[in-house]
């Protein structure tokens, strides 16, 4: 008779009965008159009472290896989930006999990051860092919960795509048929179109930059949470909107990936009612008043000026997150609407978390002549944006949106030194592999 295989988390549920288990062979821990073989599945872990001859037989094979055990399930305090498998019976289905690169049955893993990159594919088994790719899968699925709720529908938008999105060069060109075309910067021309169709969509999927950044706050492709909806009154509405998809994330995965959040060591950042926010000419002033260092008329905040305002953010208003409002237009695309009072200055923000920016977004031109003056003005020709342009020849409602880049929120919620430690198997411009 074939039996069928338990798993770790519904064993505490089986006492009393001979169940099978099986997965990789974690550790065998000798203690002498009493010893453990620890195995490991997709969802904890078992262990297994074994005696010295065992020990002997697997003393062949490396930990990795694939094990099934028959066993009886006992009552056990100090065990996994309070239980533990006696009078084991052992089957090696996969000998693993090579020596691993590191060792996984060690708190952490012992290896540079180049060497954990190298052997991701073996790295990540490792509990603390599957408990990072488990969070990641909860904030999108709480992405999507609170989207969901607030009537948006999920779209998937083409990655391949005739022009470029922001208008820039930083582009991966790919052939295409005879002719060029290009990965997707972002699905901001798709999700705008859908505005006009839906009104509320999102988008969970990756985007690539060909910027040639070797940092530790970069990665050439990540994934990009992205939202678009319409009848907005201007960038405050989309603020409002990226508060509660913030907040929805964080009720998610308390509620759902505990035991992740507790085995990584981390707490979900308390939320004000209200975010606080300040302009992006009163945070030039800030700097130059706190720290003397003058970047009033510079276009762009640098790193090292979002953490001292995040440093700001927490002190006065007991706050992780600082929305920094009103961008000069010239460091917003050209689909970015300006200030109706100051067209110097963009309806734009961009959210800190922990002071590294985590969201842009904003309110989008929605008139049709508007976007041909504004790419006239940026020395852009229509030529090339017929089909994006033509969704606002047609009636578009005043709009926008913002994207969230999940290896940068895991990053500053873990407090990962690099992001490509919160990244499955990133791309930079030295790895296109595993």
């Known amino acids: 008779m074939t039996r069928t295989r338990s798993i770790s988390k519904e064993l505490n549920d089986l006492a ?118 488990q969070l990641a899968a909860g904030v999108m699925a709480g992405f999507r919960h609170i989207l969901t ?32 075309a290009y990965l997707a910067q972002s699905p901001q021309f798709y999700k705008q179109m859908m ?20 940092t530790s706050r970069h990665i050439n492709e990540y994934v990009s949470l992205d939202i678009e909806f319409g009848f907005i009154e201007d960038h405050t509405t989309v603020m409002a909107m990226a508060t509660t998809v913030i907040k929805g ?30 302009s992006f000419s009163d945070a030039q002033d800030y700097i130059y008043r706190q720290y003397k260092e003058d970047c009033r008329g510079e276009a762009d905040l640098a790193p090292h000026h979002e953490r001292w305002l995040g440093e700001w953010a927490k002190k006065e208003y007991n706050s992780d997150f600082l929305y920094v409002t009103g961008y000069p237009m010239t460091k917003r695309p050209f689909y970015t609407h300006p200030n109706p009072n100051n067209p110097k200055f963009s309806n734009s923000f961009d959210l800190l978390f922990r002071g590294a920016e985590l969201i842009t977004g904003g309110q989008r031109l929605h008139s049709y002549p508007d976007y041909l003056q504004a790419l006239k ?45 919160v990244t499955l198997f990133p791309r930079d411009m030295n790895r296109l592999e595993p």
């Open 16 to 133: 009393g009965q001979e169940v099978l288990v099986k997965g990789w062979l974690h550790t065998i821990r000798e203690l002498g008159k009493v010893n453990f073989l620890i195995v490991r599945d997709g969802w904890g872990f078992i262990q297994c009472v074994i005696d010295k001859t065992a020990i002997v037989e697997l003393r062949d094979i490396q930990s990795e290896s694939i094990i099934e055990v028959i066993g009886t399930v006992v009552e056990a305090k100090q065990a996994p989930n309070g239980v533990e498998l006696h009078n084991c019976q052992i089957v090696v289905i996969e000998a693993v006999t090579e020596q691993l690169p590191f060792e996984l049955n060690q708190k952490r893993v012992k290896a540079k990051l180049d060497t954990f990159l190298n052997h991701a594919q073996l790295g990540f088994r490792h509990p603390k860092r599957k408990a990072l790719l």
């Open 249 to 278: 994330i964080f009720i998610h995965l308390a509620e759902n990936y505990s035991q992740s959040l507790n085995l990584l060591d981390i707490s979900i950042p308390i939320l004000p009612y209200n975010l606080p926010a300040i």
């Open 195 to 214: 505005v006009g169709i839906f009104e509320r969509v999102f988008e969970v999927g990756p985007v690539f930059r060909a910027e040639p950044h070797d």
């Open 377 to 421: 003005s940026r020395g852009l020709s229509p030529t090339g944006f017929e089909s994006y342009l033509n969704a606002f020849r047609y009636g578009m409602p005043p709009h926008g949106g913002f994207a969230i880049g999940l290896e940068r929120f895991l990053m500053q919620l873990t407090g990962a030194a690099n992001i490509k430690e």
């Open 149 to 180: 709720a607030n009537d948006f529908i999920e779209i998937q938008s083409p990655k391949l795509v005739a022009s470029a999105t922001e208008g820039g060069a930083n582009v991966f060109e790919v052939g295409y048929f005879g002719k060029p």
